[in-house]
């Protein structure tokens, strides 16, 4: 029997009745090769491995799936509470950009050029700028307010709910969104 | 070869994640015996031999990719990040560095010229998109919509005469009212007063002829530059690419093809007349003014002039306001759309209170937006109106003071007042149209959104025309995924001979359906090509592939119409003859004949008054009348019974004979009368050696 987060994100315990692997986040150890991998220790295996968020706007600490470079799932690490300090580190850098979902922290503007909308927004991964098609076209509303912004690139952005966005983002959103 | 490495050094800037997780610039420099990484300032950061590099990758993370390099013990580094924006770049330069490594460089490479990270073609496309309109773009666009209007000018150019007219007629009424006092009324003329009133008259009657005149000009013409502009904007939509619509959901396009074209039709027709000649109006209404009293023309003149700075700033807002709520209707529409299509889900999952509360908040949306869009404008009318009467109260206040001092006569300050108020009445008409004018503005922004979306699948410069396939198909290292950077398929190379039975397995997601989509050229490879009899399917007139290339679907789907028009979709042409023989030849002859209305019997909305199997075997029976060189089968009875499968086997076997077929199925059994069978996985095909009649045999073992 192993722990799970349950859908109110709280930990509950797992009751065996799925058919995949969990792993026991103090039984795994994540490492960073000098090449920037990341190798992973469980069970008697040990090699480069790579790794997935499978609830990447939802639940982006828990649900982590492992698997080898050719796709062999290990199995689904629940949550990242209970790794020691250097594997989190080691998995969080991995993370970031598993999937790459630039969290908007702010907009700076947002210009309509003809068929297209011009955006340059502060994210977590510095200043952006995106390129994207009509606004009714291109956002999705989450639950929780937040909204994903998708670009021409396919790119999706995480645009957080507007009550925890400064006044000039809200003005940009209050004018186009 | 050793010379040219000798003098060659290929840049490539890329992109890394930085210790501190922001994206920084990076340069990959291949020079003729190593590979540097430098960052932005130029440093180097990390040096590898070239006869120690084994090979570069690319592992896709979600939304971007790592450019991986491995030596030859085996040693991995990742070198470079990019996120989707850049992926053609990661992969020129993961090329750059496999042909570096296998002592392969071609093209620029060779000359030493930098190697950029995404074509300058991409860049400029970017650039263009970023720079406001130059007035010469906008000029283009608004001549654009103008051509909708242009077959009409003559009638249009009349509708604005007679405005003219109606202007210049509607100047007569107030001046009249000034002689009807101070020479009929005041000075008890009766002859005078009489023939005046007779005058008044004959205004308002030729006022009302030429109204009518002007309306029926403007029905006349309205509708049809609707349907001009209905039909270009359906064209748009019908020649745009499989991909397009994958993208976006379908259903607001009936808003937009109908309420679109209706809105900019009105602009067109007599907004911009209207408009103009209401300026006019205003411009000589004024100068009347002007002549009656200068000073207190002037008082108006600049209490308007502030009311139009204030509207001038309202004017934008108003806009954003309209958008949002064109945002939160097309929402709503979406929802509700969604919703019904899955009526039956909804049921089977008892979710009707929850999609009722999702509605509500649609709708509460929908609504807040609608209301603060129209408490914006609240103030705007009784505003304005408020102005003209104090504007009238002071004309009286100042006029009746001259009249007093007889500086002024009392037929004047009439003429005055009713000059007056019919200039505010313009600008209010103005204010009127301008709103509607933005409204209209806004479905021209969309209309032309939509005209200007280049087609992803488009018909070549000079289409090759074949009039007659033999069905030899060459797939050549083929690659293509729906999402960048994610490839579905992976250096496909398949040939299969004119007339051969080809059967496609793999399990889902190897890309056995992408496969038969690309050969049907829904969607263009993203690298290498299918040839039909040597022509390359972006070469060949989509006109003749469409004809040659028939496709029997996994989801049927039926229009609402008969049977009979169901299966000559393809050939609308076709006689009854041929539509019974391809009827027989599906096997679904035999249920049409049965039914009350034989084939003159509806489907309904999808075909929903059919089975399954009767829908797919309908399905067959118009794949068949259209007679085509190369047929696709995807998984064609995949959803029906035992019994139904074969007799759709059957069918399919008729349909087969003398054709190059290409079938996907996971029912082996199907099979068992390939030619070939092609295994994919993962992209990849990993076997095409076996007959069916192996393959199924070792399924089967």
């Known amino acids: 029997m192993s722990t799970i987060v349950n859908l109110s994100g709280t930990i509950a315990e797992d009751e065996g009745t799925h058919d995949w692997l969990s792993i026991n986040p103090s039984q795994i150890r994540f490492t960073k090769s000098e090449g920037g991998l990341l190798q992973a220790a469980w069970q008697g295996m040990r090699g480069t491995v790579t790794v997935r968020r499978l609830f990447p706007i939802t639940r982006g600490d828990s649900y982590i799936a492992i698997a080898d470079p050719e796709g062999n799932e290990w199995g689904i690490l629940l949550s990242n509470v209970g790794l020691d300090e250097l594997s989190r580190a080691a998995l969080s850098s991995e993370l970031r950009v598993s999937p790459y979902l630039p969290l908007i922290e702010g907009i700076s503007s947002i210009r309509r050029r003809f068929n297209h909308y011009v955006w340059v927004v502060d994210t977590d991964y510095g200043q952006l700028h995106m390129i994207t098609g009509p606004i009714y076209e291109i956002t999705t509303n989450l639950l929780n307010g937040s909204r994903v912004i998708t670009d021409l690139d396919d790119q999706k952005y995480l645009l957080p709910p507007d009550n925890e966005l400064d006044k000039l983002s809200r003005k940009w959103i209050g004018k186009f969104l | 070869m050793a010379s040219v490495l000798a003098t060659s050094r290929i840049s490539h800037p890329v992109k890394d994640i930085s210790e501190q997780g922001k994206l920084i610039d990076r340069m990959v420099i291949l020079t003729s015996k190593q590979l540097e990484l430098l960052d932005a300032e130029g440093n180097v950061l990390w040096i590898i031999g070239r006869r120690e590099l084994d090979k570069a990758r690319i592992l896709d993370t979600g939304s971007g990719a790592y450019l991986e390099i491995s030596d030859l013990r085996g040693e991995s580094r990742r070198i470079a990040f990019s996120p989707l924006s850049g992926m053609r770049g990661l992969y020129r330069c993961q090329r750059s560095i496999t042909d570096w490594v296998n002592e392969d460089l071609k093209g620029p490479a060779q000359r030493g010229a930098p190697i950029e990270s995404r074509s300058s073609a991409d860049e400029k496309w970017d650039e263009e998109k970023t720079k406001p309109l130059t007035l010469r773009q906008r000029i283009r666009i608004i001549s654009r919509l103008a051509h909708y209007a242009l077959p009409y000018r003559n009638q249009i150019l009349l509708s604005a005469g007679v405005l003219l007219l109606t202007v210049a007629l509607e100047m007569a009424p107030p001046y009249l009212f000034k002689e009807i006092i101070d020479g009929g009324v005041l000075p008890s003329s009766n002859s005078k007063f009489a023939g005046l ?455 399919l076997e008729q349909l087969c004979k003398g054709r190059t077929t290409i079938a996907i199925a996971h029912r082996l059994h199907t099979l068992s009368n390939t030619d070939r069978i092609v295994q994919l996985d993962k992209g990849r095909i990993i076997d095409s050696t076996k007959s069916g009649y192996e393959y199924v045999g070792e399924g089967v073992r």
Not at chain 2, 503 to 511: K, T
């Open chain 2, 197 to 651: 009133i007779g005058l008044l008259l004959t205004v308002y009657i030729l006022q009302a002829l030429l109204a009518v005149v002007r309306t029926s000009i403007s029905i006349r013409i309205g509708s049809q530059v609707m349907s001009h502009i209905r039909k270009d904007m359906f064209d748009k939509l019908i020649s745009l690419s499989v991909r397009f619509y994958e993208r976006r959901k379908t259903v607001h396009f009936i808003g937009r093809v109908q309420n679109d074209a209706n809105g900019i039709q009105g602009l067109l027709t007599k907004g911009i007349t209207s408009i103009l000649v209401q300026l006019l109006m205003a411009c000589s209404i004024l100068v009347i003014l002007f002549i009656l009293d200068w000073q207190i023309s002037l008082l108006i003149v600049s209490a308007i002039a502030i009311s139009c700075t204030l509207l001038w700033r309202v004017f934008p807002v108003m806009r954003s306001l309209m958008n949002r709520k064109w945002n939160a209707d097309y929402w709503l529409q979406q929802y509700i759309s969604e919703t019904l299509h899955g009526i039956r889900v909804v049921k089977a999952f008892h979710r009707d209170e929850k999609e009722k509360e999702l509605f509500r908040e649609y709708n509460e949306t929908s609504v807040r937006r609608m209301m603060d869009q129209q408490r914006y404008t609240l103030w705007l009318k009784p505003g304005i109106s408020l102005a003209i009467s104090t504007s009238v109260a002071m004309v009286w206040f100042f006029g009746g003071r001259q009249v007093m001092n007889g500086a002024m006569s009392f037929g004047t300050v009439i003429a005055f007042t009713a000059y007056l108020s019919m200039f505010l009445e313009q600008l209010q008409g103005n204010f009127r149209i301008t709103k509607a004018f933005n409204a209209s503005l806004m479905s021209a922004d969309r209309i032309l959104e939509l005209l200007h979306t280049e087609a992803e699948v488009s018909e070549s410069k000079h289409p090759i025309a074949m009039p007659v396939m033999r069905g030899e198909i060459v797939v050549k290292s083929l690659a293509f995924g729906y999402e960048k950077g994610i490839n579905v398929l992976k250096d496909v190379n398949l040939h299969i001979r004119a007339g051969e039975k080809i059967g496609i397995v793999g399990r889902s997601g190897a890309g056995k359906t992408t496969l038969i989509h690309l050969l049907c050229r829904f969607y263009d490879p993203d690298a290498g090509s299918i040839e039909i009899d040597g022509v390359d399917l972006r070469q060949l007139a989509i006109s003749d592939l469409r004809r040659h290339v028939g496709i029997v679907f996994q989801e049927t789907y039926l229009f609402d119409g008969t049977i009979a028009d169901n299966i000559a979709f393809g050939c609308p042409e076709a006689s009854p003859e041929q539509i019974i023989a391809a009827a027989r030849q599906a096997n679904a002859h035999g249920f049409i004949s049965r039914l009350p209305y034989g084939y003159d019997t509806n489907v309904g909305e999808r075909g929903e008054h059919l089975s399954g199997g009767e829908k797919q075997r309908i399905s067959i029976a118009r794949t068949l009348l259209q007679n085509p060189s190369v047929l696709i089968l995807d998984e064609a009875t995949s959803s029906v019974d035992i019994e139904t499968e074969r007799e759709i086997q059957e069918a």
